[in-house]
């Protein structure tokens, strides 16, 4: 397999993890502020704070984004998704938030519920 193609493996996996990862935020966002629970819910919990620990972990950076940085003939100019850079390099300040607000709505509903 060529640098090329590695580029390109890791930018579609990445875009794929990111796209789960941005709908399990909203997801345990909208539970949070809402109520709503349901089959869906459990899972979006793992995989946000799954997320949360590898990139705490990490620097709070993405270890996939060294990936492309690695096989990317231009420097890491590319992009590390298949997203334009001007949408994901807002990315922790938009979602950490929003999964903060979440978390601590759901955790409140539970303290209630009890």
């Known amino acids: 397999m060529t640098d090329p193609q590695r580029l390109a493996l890791v930018r579609s996996l990445h875009t794929a993890i990111y796209a789960v990862m941005a709908s399990a ?14 089959p869906w819910l459990a899972p979006a919990l793992v995989l946000t704070l799954m997320e949360a620990a590898v990139f705490a972990a990490s620097g709070m950076k ?4 060294a990936m492309v940085a690695r096989y990317d003939p231009t420097g890491g100019e590319v992009s590390d998704t298949w997203l334009p850079k001007r ?10 938030p929003l999964l903060a607000v979440g978390l601590v709505g759901l955790a409140a509903r539970w ?4």
């Not at 935020?25 to 349901?38: D, E, I, K, P, S």
């Not at 303290?111 to 009890?114: E, H, I, L, N, S």
């Open 111 to 114: 303290m209630m519920g009890r």
């Open 87 to 96: 949408l994901t390099r807002h990315t922790l300040t938009v979602f950490g």
């Open 25 to 38: 935020t909203l997801m345990v966002f909208y539970a949070g502020v809402t109520g709503a629970h349901g």
């Open 62 to 65: 993405c270890p996939l984004t």
